[in-house]
């Protein structure tokens, strides 16, 4: 049972990035696109999709119900895209991409409503409809909200950081490069992107979880430092200043022990006792300009030989950024 959580833990680092747009491929064609007009008839408000069902030519003989999906509730709310801007039985135009499997189904980027403004729920979208006022932004998803003054930035790792989507080494980064990995990380890849997940809600276990694209937020409780990651509500416990003992933990974020060498917070990871020989070691340390929380990861298991080197990532400072549940239902 113990290797078996080993193993899957590494599944689970190699298939965050790869089997996650393997999945989205698989599902819309990012090169089509659709529009319809129709009335809102249900609206999920949810991670880790939001999904919102339209009529379309009610009443009719050619009545048709479209089911769209969406971004998270997660990056919607920092894109300032709240649940109240749709209601049931609103009149609205919806435009996306095609579903590769079903002629009903999209995934909504731009939605029009009736006092011409326009939701963008696609990060990376333009306005579609230039006339409208426009719903949507990405400020805080790219990096754009910095703290100018050095003296109200952080002074240690703890506080609340945030992922850049589509900064290079932050979202996305931990595990993304093929190159790194022996022919034994290569094989457990392909096996990865190839193993069916149950839901979205699937928890991430230890070590991918620390990819996730949503903030974390480190806290200092003295003998113990937690680190809380919003994607899954992921909890992780830090046992501080105590030789690593694991008592044989099943968890799949494992038993963690860490140590300050300086201004660093190294911890140690390890699963289910001795019988593991699976380690993840980790760094946390401030940038100089103190906007960045640095992070570095490497994984030590001498018979699986998965991922030798060390990955990075870090996350930035962003002035009233923040935690939220994630709350994930599918």
């Known amino acids: 049972m113990l290797r078996s959580l080993t193993i899957s833990a590494i599944l689970m680092l190699l298939a965050t990035t790869a089997s996650a747009h393997h999945n989205w491929a698989a599902t819309y064609d990012v090169n089509t696109d659709i529009e319809i007009e129709g009335v809102i008839s249900s609206i999920e408000w949810r991670n880790p999709h939001i999904r919102v069902s339209f009529t379309v030519n009610g009443g009719t003989s050619n009545e048709k119900i479209y089911t769209t999906e969406s971004n998270s509730v997660a990056s919607l709310t920092r894109m300032e895209v709240t649940a109240d801007l749709l209601s049931v ?41 230039p006339d409208a006022a426009r719903v949507g932004n990405t400020a805080r998803l790219h990096g754009g909200v910095v703290e100018d003054d050095f003296t109200k930035r952080p002074t240690s790792v703890f506080g609340v950081w945030t992922t850049v989507f589509g900064g290079q080494g932050s979202h996305q980064a931990l595990g993304k490069d093929p190159a790194q990995w022996t022919e034994k990380g290569k094989e457990m890849a392909e096996l990865a992107a190839n193993t069916p997940v149950d839901s979205s809600c699937t928890p991430k276990a230890m070590p991918g979880v620390m990819g996730n694209p949503y903030p974390i937020q480190l806290i200092d409780q003295g003998e113990m430092v ?32 860490g140590r300050w060498i300086e201004n660093t917070l190294t911890v140690t990871t390890t699963f289910g006792g001795s019988e593991s020989d699976m380690r993840v070691l980790e760094s946390f340390s401030l940038s100089g300009d103190h906007n960045r ?30 935690v939220q549940p994630y709350e994930c239902s599918y």
Request: charged share 20%.
């Open 293 to 322: 929380l640095l992070y570095s990861q490497v994984i030590v298991d001498p018979e699986m030989r998965v991922m030798p080197t060390v990955n990075k990532k870090w996350w930035q400072y962003q002035p009233g950024a923040f």
């Open 226 to 257: 937690i680190i809380h990651a919003e994607e899954f509500d992921s909890i992780r416990e830090v046992h501080m200043g105590v030789p690593h003992m694991d008592p044989g933990t099943a968890d799949i974020l494992g038993y963690s022990t």
């Open 89 to 129: 039985g609103t009149p609205v135009r919806v435009a996306g991409y095609r579903s590769r499997t079903s002629d009903t189904d999209i995934f909504m980027n731009h939605l029009l409503l009736p006092s011409n403004r326009e939701v963008i729920f696609l990060r990376t979208a333009d306005p579609r409809w």
